[in-house]
């Protein structure tokens, strides 16, 4: 009896992105079929059954197809927006000088605090929408904005919100440690305190959190202050991830390896011997160009180091209204490439496998696999590279998110 299939998509090429084929795993005059949301056969004509039986057939016209893109790291939820702080930067003020004093974070803390959850979704969706329309289909959203308990369940529960409102999956991120509140009156050990104690199980509680991060910088959390927030965290059972060495290198790296963190990210300050750590743990650099580039930051992260030590390398947009406002994953690829000499290959495994690496969900999405959810691209381009090499233009055709 033929084989049953809800949806076949056939006449296409396909860039499987698969880690068993070399570069972008091509399959010319390539097939993909699923059933029940997931992919049920993904390679060429000559091996799909002739015989096959499916509800719909779509004719891809020679089109390409990429895994659903990825972005393994946002702030996508917050309250208002940082453009004022941007227009003081032109006329000179630094990110940290802004930080410290008093704005930066901190300001859009006190605008997450004052949003409803309506609010945040409401805030977040035009974001959202602007990432799925360039074939994006898992989005990670991070906390951090509200820095009590009740705000960052509210800031998280709208992550989880958007998700329902949108054909899209979403994973989140508690990151409580990522700026001290004002309340805290500049005690950071006390802080932590309440981030391990208080914040941290009252999210594991309600299920909110998939991972946990923290932002560990000068400006920020020190390496003993993270490694208590970690410890914390794995005492849960939620695997952890590091804003780490982005404008200082206080070896964020290692650290993170030394938890087996799913990512350390950022790493523009990494040294050889963070890099040596990462590949051992298996974490994942996730680079982030958007931050690089609009904070004028001059240090790029050590790419060669990263490929010569082997580390996998991801990208993503960190959009936040403080030093990323990027809503595009296109753009953050050309300017992985330009900015940081990753090649064509790295650009989009970098959006796929690796970002869904980043979030420990390889099993599940990120390449053009048997067995995994139907999450697709398709793309009206003539090869790859276009998707890297335009700037700001979306060759996207269509979107296929769980089979549909
Ligand atoms: N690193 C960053 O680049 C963002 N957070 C972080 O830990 C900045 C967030 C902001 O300025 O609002
Ligand atoms: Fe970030």
Known sequence: MAERFDRIWHNARLATIREDLPDLGVIEHGVIAARDGRIVFAGSRSDFPSDADTSERIDCEGRWITPGLIDCHTHLVFGGNRAHEFELRLQGASYEEIARAGGGIVSTVAAT???????????????????????????????????NTETEIRQLSAARAVGRDRPVSIRT?????????????????????????????????????????????????????????????????????????????????????????????????????????????GTVAVLLPGAFYFIRETTKPPVDLFRAHGVNMALATDCNPGSSPLTSLLLAMNMGATLFRMNVAECLAGVTREGARALGILGETGTLVTGKWCDLAIWDIERPAELVYRIGFNPLHSRVWRGR
Do not use: W
């Open 113 to 147: 605090r004052a949003s409803s959850e309506a609010d945040l979704v409401a805030g977040a969706l035009p974001r959202l929408d602007t990432l799925i329309g360039e074939g994006v289909t898992t989005v990670e959203i991070k906390s951090g904005y509200g820095l």
């Open 173 to 281: 991120t508690f990151l409580g440690a990522h700026a001290l509140p004002p309340e805290a009156d500049g005690d950071k050990d006390r802080y932590i305190e309440l981030v391990c104690r208080g914040m941290l199980p009252a999210v594991a509680q309600a299920g909110l959190a998939d991972a946990v991060d923290a932002f560990m910088e000068g400006i920020a959390f020190s390496g003993d202050q993270t490694a208590r927030v970690f410890r914390a965290a794995k005492a849960l059972g939620l695997p952890v991830k590091l804003h780490a060495d982005q404008l200082s290198n206080l070896g964020g790296a290692a650290l993170a390896a030394e938890f087996s963190a799913l990512s350390a990210d950022h790493l523009e300050h990494t040294d050889e011997a963070g890099a040596a750590a990462m590949v051992r743990s």
